[in-house]
Structure formats: C-alpha cells, structure tokens
C-alpha cells in the first residue's frame, strides 16, 4: 500500500458524500476496437466464476470504507453483456443497493438479443448503455466493432419492449475520413430512435492502440481543428433541437434521463471501483487503483490505495467538477482541499466567454464547452492554498 501526504478530511456536511456508487469492470471483448485504450481482453473461454467470485471478495473486503446503501451500480468494461446473467446477478445481490438504485450494463449490439435484455431486467438491470458507435457500415467496419450497423439499429429499435427505467447510446466523431453527411444521418437516426440519453466520444489517439500506431506511420490521419469543432457544434444543435440537453461536456439526456452514475462522480461523489483497471474514491478521501490485468488483480485485488495531497483532492476536483454544467463549487473545493482559485488568474477566459462564476460555482461558459480539457488545466494553474491567500 502506497501513502501520500493526508488531505483535509472532509466533514458530514459534505453533502456529495451522503451515498456511493459502485462501479464494476468487465474486461472481456469479443474483438479489439482499435481506437480503445480501456483494460481489455479477449479470451474463448473466459472464467466468469472466478472473476464474479473476486469481484464478491473484493466488495466485501472494501464494505467498510462504503457504509450504507450505493444509489447506483455500473457494470463497464470491456463488454459486459458477454458476462452470463447469473453472475451479474450475484453481484447485484452481493451489494447493499437503495431502492431506487440505477444498475447499468454496459451492452454491444451483436452480443445481446432481445431475450438476454430481458433476463438482465429481470435481475435488476434498469439501464443499459448501446455501444453503437455509428451507424455507418463504413465506419464500423474501419472501427472493428463486433456488430453490424444493422444489428445495431435492429437492437435499439426492440428495446422499447422492454419498459427499462432509461437506456442510452454511445455515439463517436472526429473519425478519419468522416464526413458531415455520415455525422448528419447517424443524428437523423438518433432522432428517429428517440434514446433517452446520449453520450459523446470524440475520437482521441490513446497510447498503445491500434489507431495510434497508424497515425505515427502516416497511414491515418487526424482531422483538422476546424472541422473537429464543425462537428461537435453539428451534434450540440440538432440533440438540443431534438429535446436532449447537454448537461455535461460529453452527456446529453431528455428530462428525467441523465445517468445517475457518472453524474455523482462529475459533482465531486464517491464510488467503489471493483475489477481489474478500476479506480474508486472513498468517502474518507482515499483513491484505489487497481491492477490493469486479470491475472495480477486476482492475486492482488485491492492493488493500490493512496491519500491525495490537498493539492491533488483540488486537481482531482477540478477534473471531474468543470466538465458538468452545475461546475466547481467553490465552497467545496476549498472544504475539501483548503485551496481556491485565483480568478484574476482566469481573466482573460472570462473575458472571451470560455469560464463564468455564479452562484459561488465556475462554470464553463458558452465558447467553453468543447474546450473543457484544456480550460480544466488552465483552473488547475490557478489553485493555490488558503494559506497563502
């Protein structure tokens, strides 16, 4: 076990830590996505007991750093739909979950068919998220997803049956060599299909992935700046001219809708990271990280707990806080870390409409949203102790 200098502690008034989440990881995939830097692998004959049985372990052995009951539990990965439902149940039942808890699976089309999403209903799944990606054959096929473009819309067009409490679709952009037209008819499809959740990825060139590779040989290339930004402000307007609001960097949802899970850890929440490559953050204020490979994670499943300086608890805050539109509650973050901001730091981002305070929170302001990264560092350059105010 690894230590670092102790945080301020924080109090029971910190009101983002009344409840947790748990999130699970499940590495298996049936194929490698080539842009994917999450723990993966891929194995014909994966032993779902053993990994069901650690993750149990591991829950039981981290229960005293998560009192009560969790108000969500995701299953990622990887591709959790290949894991059978009897262990996901388990696990499910192993875990002390509120009543009204969200419990979502991450799901790829071409693993799953109707039937399978009813038995994990029935287990107490209530939201799934649809690795869809695009719905250009194109595209899939240069992306190497395991399912067809019409397997996907075949997948989403059932789900309806089902009656879940919410479900949501992954959507990717800034591929090489899509196109405005490819973007507008996976939107017109999205509209069409009517999720109730919608999340973003902009393609990005991740270390030790196949896409990265190519990119340092010459054999891909980014897209340029300018259409980046064509692209993302294409999708901005027609989900929000189709009812779905962005109410983070990446997320957008029509009412009622937006995912419980990752919105707590946005607004500063704890959560249990159970599996291999899992990060948790405890209501006490510890981190966890996990071994990144099966074989080292069962031999070692706690893997590494650290105390983050006051100065990380302030990063970290600011990391998770400023991609959410509720931002960085001031007051918090200097409860938490007895650090502020340096606004006059931040001028100039203020005066080019990229950052705004209000209500006590820095908030990115319109020109801010897709910048969200860099700004974060910008912030970050701007903390400073309360001491030496």
């Known amino acids: ?13 910190d009101r983002t830590l009344n ?39 591991e829950w039981r052995t981290r229960t005293p750093a998560f009192p009560g009951e969790a108000h969500s539990l995701y299953f990622g990965g990887g591709t959790p739909s290949l894991v059978p439902p009897e262990f996901v149940e388990h696990i499910i039942q192993s875990i002390p979950l509120s009543k009204k808890a969200e419990v ?3 799901t790829n089309p071409g693993t799953v068919g109707l039937h399978d999403l009813q038995r994990m ?9 649809i690795g869809v990606q695009t719905f250009q054959p194109h595209l899939a096929h240069q992306l190497n997803r395991g399912h067809t473009a019409l397997q996907s819309r075949s997948l989403l067009e059932k789900l309806p049956q089902l009656d879940l409490a919410s479900w949501s679709i992954d959507l990717i952009f800034a591929l090489p060599g899509q196109t405005l037209q490819d973007l507008t008819r996976d939107l017109e499809l999205i509209r069409d299909l009517n999720p109730p959740h919608v999340s973003l990825y902009g393609l990005t060139f991740e270390p030790n992935t196949p896409f990265f590779h190519a990119l340092q040989k010459g054999q891909i290339r980014e897209i340029d700046e300018d259409f980046w930004w064509q692209q993302y402000e294409l ?11 962005r109410y983070e960097v990446s997320n957008f949802a029509k009412p ?54 006051p100065h990380e608890a302030a990063r970290d805050l600011v990391l998770s806080s400023l991609r959410h539109e ?11 870390s007895g650090h502020v901001v340096n606004a006059a730091q931040l001028h100039p981002l203020f005066c080019s409409a990229y950052l705004k305070i209000e209500n006590d929170h820095l908030r990115l302001d319109h020109a801010g949203w897709p910048l969200a990264d860099g700004i974060a560092r910008k912030v970050i350059e701007a903390l400073s102790p309360v001491s030496v105010v």
């Open 1 to 13: 076990m690894n230590s670092k200098a102790t945080a301020k502690p924080s109090s029971a008034t």
């Open 19 to 57: 409840m947790y989440g748990v999130y699970v990881h499940a590495p298996w995939c049936r194929v490698r996505c080539p842009y994917c830097a999450f723990y993966k692998h891929v194995d014909e004959k994966p032993d779902f007991q053993k990994w069901c049985d650690t993750v149990v372990f």
């Open 104 to 106: 979502t699976v991450e």
């Open 121 to 129: 209903k029935e287990i107490g799944v209530n939201r799934l998220s």
């Open 235 to 245: 999708i901005v307007q027609e989900l929000s001219k189709g009812g779905w609001h």
């Open 256 to 309: 009622g809708h937006r995912g419980r899970h990752n919105e707590a850890v946005w607004r500063g929440g704890s959560y249990c990271g159970l599996g291999p490559s899992s990060h948790g953050f405890s209501p006490a204020g510890t981190r966890t990280q996990n071994h990144p490979s099966l074989d080292l994670w069962y031999s070692d499943p706690l893997g590494v707990t650290e105390i983050p300086s």
């Open 326 to 336: 509720d931002g960085l509650s001031l007051e918090l973050l200097k409860h938490r």
